[in-house]
């Protein structure tokens, strides 16, 4: 399977891509008007998009949405393309739990709008489309964010505008994907918060860590504390003065690493409003990128 090319800039860019993207509707169709379909689509002609980047589809959420079909029908119109193989045939580029809800629900064709995108835009929304969903988990979330820089060469400040968040929300959700596989199960079948496995981050053994706080049930700061714990010597060097990290400044040290691309520490003085930043590079190449940043005002 061809891998979608690299560092090809935004292509439609980001924005327009979105204004395609929508998600099911809300509660009635009165809170969210239909879009106008260009064609109704036999279902047999329609296929599923090989490169769908969502595997797992709640059965319970597409019973309910099925039952929303059996009622009202398809509200929200699919967003497909020419099937790039088979001639007469389409592929989902956005919709197709609405497209597995019509297959439930003995529908013999649905609303659909048809669009020219080329491999790597139809691959580019369906990522968008998941990343959008209510019920996506944190790790799905992350890793959305993640194939958009690094499959597409997008970047934070690019994904922050387009997408509506700010960059510290993508720093921190995407610093969970350097915990163990693992823990990032807990994450996804809801045992851990996002929260509870950020402060995993830093642990010296975060899969224990996170096996005690499920068995246990504890709470954020009690995870926080034992996190720090498990690093005694770096916690014994450091000058009485300053206080152990609190989740902000561990999420703030993640967003700048994230955006340096080196690792930051952050020290601040209890009781005083100074502290110290320390920025560690491992080669003469990052210690002068480092510099040509803080040159240019970046």
């Not at 395609?20 to 809300?26: G, L, M």
């Not at 580019?124 to 993640?146: F, M, P, S, T, W």
């Not at 509506?164 to 915990?179: E, I, P, T």
Request: with cysteine.
């Amino acid at each position: 399977m061809a891998t979608p090319p690299k560092n090809r800039g935004l292509g439609r860019g980001l924005s327009a891509l979105m204004a395609d993207v929508q998600t099911e509707p809300a509660k009635t169709a009165s809170e969210q008007p239909a879009r106008k379909p260009d064609m109704m689509i036999p279902i047999g002609h329609i296929k599923a998009n090989p490169k769908q980047p969502r595997r797992q589809f709640s059965q319970e959420a597409l019973d309910e949405l099925t039952a929303s079909v059996k009622e009202k029908g398809i509200i929200q119109p699919l967003i497909v393309r020419h099937h790039p193989n088979e001639e007469g045939v389409f592929e989902i580029v956005a919709g197709e739990r609405r497209w597995r809800a019509a297959q439930a629900a003995r529908l013999h064709e649905v609303p659909a709008i048809v669009r020219s995108y080329s491999e790597r835009e139809a691959y580019e929304i369906a990522i968008i489309e998941n990343i959008q969903r209510a019920d996506l988990n944190a790790v799905e979330e992350a890793a959305g964010y993640k194939q958009l820089m690094d499959q597409f060469g997008h970047t934070q400040e690019q994904l922050s505008e387009a997408l509506g968040k700010s960059r510290s929300h993508l720093a921190n959700m995407m610093r969970l994907l350097n915990l163990p596989g693992e823990v990032l199960d807990y994450v996804r079948d809801g045992r851990l918060s996002a929260g509870a496995a950020r402060a995993m981050i830093t642990a010296e053994d975060p899969l224990a860590l996170a096996k005690a706080a499920v068995a246990k049930g504890m709470s954020v700061r009690e995870i926080e504390k034992l996190a720090k714990g498990g690093e005694p010597k770096k916690s014994a060097a450091r000058p009485a003065t300053y206080k152990t990290k609190d989740a902000d400044t561990v999420a703030l040290e993640g967003d700048l690493s994230a955006t340096l691309g080196m690792r930051v520490t952050i020290d601040h003085k209890t009781g005083d409003e100074g502290g110290s930043i320390t920025i560690s590079y491992k080669t003469l190449e990052e210690l002068d990128d480092l510099c040509a940043k803080l040159g240019g005002g970046a």
